[in-house]
């Protein structure tokens, strides 16, 4: 069986019951499916032309290991930081398959990512862009550029993941793009190959994507007038997944609207998916410590909290709950809290759930935005990682010690 499922009342991820991963690696823990992942990224990857490239975005799922499987699977990927493009190479990327996206590259990252050769710096602003000039002269090195545009698309998903809105601090205007464009026309060191957008996150409707491809492509014609040679549009990530109900857009058709618009421009597409890949191929195992039943409310302590899964405090949003161990009992409404001393650590409300103390529970689909925005706080130590493939598991991030947590502090 592939992914998370549920045989005789048991929750399983392929072909392992949870209760046996969670008996082995304890809890709290997150847990992935291998093949999940797979088949996620080869609904993109099944879908694109020669040439056409996906570049997994690094951001939703940096396990190494996880880079390493898509790596070989062939995909790209799109960092955000120079740690994140390390993270690739150590895992066995070609950095010539790599975009480098984000407004505030230093100049060290900058010098990593010229000297590495990579697919395409996504510049951000005029200002970037001027070092990415003097950087590359500094070192005699060619270096490879897209302009990421800003098409003012409002997404309708949560604010903290718009990015195509004018009044949000990604990408460039059309008079930005212009002078961008002049200052890099023969250029000795820059080359101008690319463009690019990516509009925000848990996106459900494609047309908003075609939406920014036509913003896209009429920056392609500015670029193609100053005489650039542009092989490639990156109309970004943001396909969304189902948490509760939401409906979302297909990858191979929005691949094959895209590939009908550009195919007679000879440009190759470039699409950076991050949580329809790695989302619903991860659960966060908890364990109910404690049950807390009040004239107002039923609380459910667990022994994970908002520093281990972010997403409920800071977006509001919402993770489906399930039972390791079903009954078929009738439950009791719950809201689910961990032991963060914060009154934001909620992490599921009003969840009919039959429970008691010592039980597991899954928070589902948190393969993406889970584990990599977690912390430290109320020093609270990191979880482990395990993915399965079929019915073995293995650790793929150790769980912290204590001694790992306070060691960047002592003997100073
Ligand atoms: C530049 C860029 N590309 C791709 C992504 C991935 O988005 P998603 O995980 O929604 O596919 C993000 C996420 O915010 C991003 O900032």
């Known amino acids: 069986m592939e992914g998370f499922n549920e045989k005789e009342g048991q929750l399983y991820v392929d072909d392992l019951p949870i209760a046996e991963i969670a008996d082995t690696y304890g809890t709290p823990a997150y847990i992935y499916s291998g093949s999940r992942i797979q088949k996620n990224f080869n609904k993109y990857a099944d879908a694109l032309r020669e040439g056409d490239l996906i570049c997994y975005a690094v951001k939703a799922n940096s396990n190494i290991h996880i880079l390493k499987r898509l790596a070989q699977l062939g995909s790209g990927f799109d960092v955000v930081s120079g740690n994140e493009l390390k993270r690739c190479i150590e895992a066995g990327a070609d950095p ?14 900058l010098e990593l990512a010229i000297n590495e050769e990579i697919l395409s710096i996504n510049i951000e602003s005029e200002d970037e862009f001027d070092r990415i000039i003097s950087i590359s002269e500094t070192l005699n090195k060619e270096t490879k550029c ?36 002049l200052k890099a026309k023969n250029r000795e060191f820059i080359k101008i190959t690319g463009l690019a957008s990516h509009i925000g996150s848990q996106i459900s409707d494609n047309s908003l994507i075609m939406k920014s491809l036509e913003h896209l492509l009429t920056a392609h014609k ?3 007038n ?12 943001g396909l969304g997944i189902t948490y509760k109900d939401e409906i979302p857009g297909d990858p191979k058709s929005l691949i094959s609207e895209i590939s009908k618009e550009i195919e007679s421009l000879n440009l190759h597409l470039i699409l950076e998916p991050g949580r329809s890949i790695t989302g619903a191929a991860g659960a966060l195992i908890a364990k109910v410590e404690y049950m807390k039943l009040t004239d107002y409310k039923n609380f459910a302590i667990i022994n994970a909290g908002m520093n281990d899964l972010m997403r409920p405090a800071l977006y509001d949003s919402w993770h489906e709950v399930k039972e390791i161990r079903k009954s078929d009992s009738d439950g009791r409404l719950y809201e689910i809290v961990g032991p963060v001393c914060e009154s934001a650590d909620v992490l599921a409300k009003e969840r009919e759930l039959n ?26 130590l990191s979880v482990p990682e395990i993915i399965v493939d079929g019915s073995s598991a293995k650790i793929i991030k150790k769980r912290q010690s204590f001694e790992e947590s306070i060691a960047l502090e002592k003997n100073l």
């Open 96 to 109: 010539k398959r790599v975009v480098f996206s984000g407004v505030a590259k230093s100049s060290e990252e």
């Open 146 to 181: 897209s302009i990421r545009i800003n098409p003012d698309i409002p997404t309708g998903s949560h604010k903290y993941i718009e990015t195509g809105l004018k009044t949000s601090k990604f990408g460039v205007d059309t008079e930005t793009l212009k002078n961008i464009s």
């Open 222 to 224: 500015l670029l193609l």
């Open 226 to 237: 100053d005489g650039h040679d542009i092989n490639f549009l990156d109309v970004g990530g």
């Open 355 to 380: 429970i008691s103390q010592g039980d597991l529970i899954a928070f589902m689909d948190t393969g993406a935005y889970g584990s990599v925005m977690s912390s430290n706080y109320n020093s609270r």
